[in-house]
């Protein structure tokens, strides 16, 4: 009897303190599809105050990404280790 994955549930945040830079090049692109399928325009993504180096690679990917209409550092909410994400329609 095998199980069924469990669906993490989309939110208008995503913390990436769980996940590796590495991983972050296909996971915001895929989050933030799955954001835009459940209707969602505006995603806080918190990636920290550390070095900067995982919020420039952040900020570096959002600027190529087709989906992304304009993104703020820092975000109103989150200041310094987070920054507020707009989705195109």
Not at 9 to 28: N, S
Request: with cysteine; glycine share 12%; hydrophobic share 35%.
């Amino acid at each position: 009897m095998s199980e069924e994955p469990h669906r993490i549930p989309i939110t208008p945040e995503l913390d990436l303190h769980t996940f590796r830079p590495a991983e972050i090049g296909e996971l915001l692109p895929e989050y933030f599809a799955e954001c835009l399928r459940e209707g969602i325009r505006g995603v806080r993504v918190i990636h920290g105050k550390g070095t900067g180096s995982l919020r420039e690679g952040v900020h570096a990917l959002l600027r190529r990404l087709p989906e992304v209409q304009e993104f703020h550092y820092p975000a109103a909410d989150g200041g310094w280790g987070a920054t507020w994400v707009v989705l195109k329609k």
